[in-house]
Structures are given as structure tokens and as C-alpha cells.
């Protein structure tokens, strides 16, 4: 919450404090000022639980609006043929996930997905590439992207070596890493450069923002979203809920 809501926000609360007082009265930004400092000193208590109060009714309403956007984007989300996918391609609960190679939380999340696949074989992962912190991770997004187009059967493997590389990802780097586990670098190359991969990042980048994603790692797992890094229990409780319906 910035400077300017959080004064806002306190500002209606002292008002919603002391209305009773003033309700008879025009005020003047004077008057405003005197109630706000006046409510501060006399009942700090009530300010507080004012606050928390309209800062939950935002946070809700922010959730409502962000969960309007995900149902309202999750044809997108969940079909393109460009996407890469892991685990059961058929799969009952759909797990959309958006990642940044260069998020630290998001390295934490790749053996949270490997345990997931390997424990649960009614599950379809989609990775989402969202290059956001850095140009090279773009240049890692685009390998990544390039990969699963010219060897789709060897992409989870190479994921993997992405989201465990610990350096700058320029297209030497991305390019060895492929080689290593049997992609050809030639075909990667241009491959990243390819017009069908730059406006697929392109379209995944708007999308991520329509359905409000601000940050690595967010999953959408069967249609509610779930921002910030999440463990095992954490993932396997929410494709149960997908699962059940509710």
C-alpha cells in the first residue's frame, strides 16, 4: 500500500471515526486536518481497526477483480500450443505457473513442480515464461521458448537447467546449456529469433498483466490464482480444491 492510499485510507477512517460530530457540518480541508490529528491523539484504537478494516475491504476487492481477470483470460492462458508443458498433458487440474529464470523464489518453486508431476499423474503444468528482472532473462525466455519448439520431449530437462543456472544467461551460455543435454544449438539459435517466439513472449507479457501478475512466481491452478512462492502441501492443497470444484 503507497504513502498516498495509506493517507487516504486514514483520512476516511478518522472521518468514519468522528462523522457523528461533524455531521452537520460542511468541512473545510482545515477541518479535515484538525479531525484527523484530534482522532489520532484521543482514540488511536479505533484508527487502527478502522484501517484494517478498509485495507481487507480493498485487499478483497483487489482479489475479486484479480480472479474476474484470470476467468475471463484462462482460454488464453491454458490453450496456446506454444506453451510448454509437463506432467499429464490431459490432465484434470491445470497448473499455469509464471516464472522469471533469474527469480530466486522461482528456482525454490522448480522441485516443488518435479515432486508434484512425479507424485501426481492427473496433473497438466504449463510454464508460463514472464522475463521481468533482468534483459538476460529474456535471452533465457527465448532459449526456453526456442527449446521446447525444436525439442519439445527433451524441455522439462532443459528447464531444469535453466532454473539451476546460477549466472547471467547470455545465448553462449543458454546455448552450451542445451548442447549439454542434446539440443542442437544451431536450430536454438535461430530459433530464438524467430518472429513466432518474440510475439508469443509478447502475448504471454500482456496476458500476465491483464490477469494482474506483478511479480515471480504466480500459478493459476485450476482457475484461482496464487501469487508468491508456494510449497509442496501448499500446491497440493489447491489442486485438491481445483479438483474438488470449489
Do not use: W
Not at 486536518?33 to 475491504?57: C, F, G, Y
Not at 484462462?74 to 487440474?93: E, M
Amino acid at each position: 500500500m503507497n504513502r498516498l492510499t495509506s493517507f487516504a485510507l486514514l483520512t476516511s477512517a478518522a472521518l468514519m471515526v468522528a462523522s457523528p460530530a461533524f455531521a452537520q457540518k460542511v468541512l473545510t480541508e482545515k477541518d479535515v486536518e484538525a479531525i484527523v490529528i484530534k482522532v489520532i491523539k484521543e482514540k488511536p484504537e479505533m484508527i487502527v481497526e478502522s484501517l484494517q478494516t478498509m485495507q481487507n475491504k480493498l485487499q478483497a476487492q483487489q482479489g475479486e477483480e484479480q480472479q474476474k481477470a484470470v476467468k475471463a483470460n484462462y482460454k488464453a492462458l491454458t490453450q496456446n500450443a506454444l506453451s510448454p508443458i509437463a506432467g499429464n498433458a490431459k490432465g484434470d487440474v491445470i497448473i499455469a505457473q509464471f516464472y522469471d529464470f533469474h527469480c530466486g523464489y522461482c528456482k525454490r518453486m522448480l522441485p516443488v513442480v518435479q515432486e508434484l508431476i512425479g507424485s501426481d499423474k492427473n496433473v497438466k503444468i504449463i510454464f508460463i515464461d514472464f522475463p521481468i528482472l533482468s534483459e538476460d532473462s529474456v535471452v533465457a525466455a527465448k532459449a526456453s521458448v526456442a527449446a521446447n519448439r525444436i525439442a519439445p520431449k527433451k524441455y522439462m530437462e532443459y528447464h531444469s537447467a535453466l532454473m539451476n543456472y546460477a549466472g547471467k544467461y547470455d545465448e553462449a551460455t543458454v546455448i552450451k546449456l542445451a548442447k549439454d543435454i542434446g539440443i542442437d544449438g544451431d536450430k536454438l539459435a535461430k530459433e530464438m529469433s524467430s518472429d513466432t517466439v518474440k510475439k508469443y513472449l509478447a502475448e504471454m507479457k500482456a496476458l500476465g498483466e491483464k490477469m494482474g501478475v506483478r511479480g515471480t512466481p504466480a500459478m493459476v491452478i485450476g482457475q484461482q490464482m496464487y501469487p508468491g512462492a508456494l510449497d509442496v502441501e501448499a500446491v497440493k492443497q489447491a489442486v485438491a480444491k481445483a479438483r474438488s470444484g470449489k
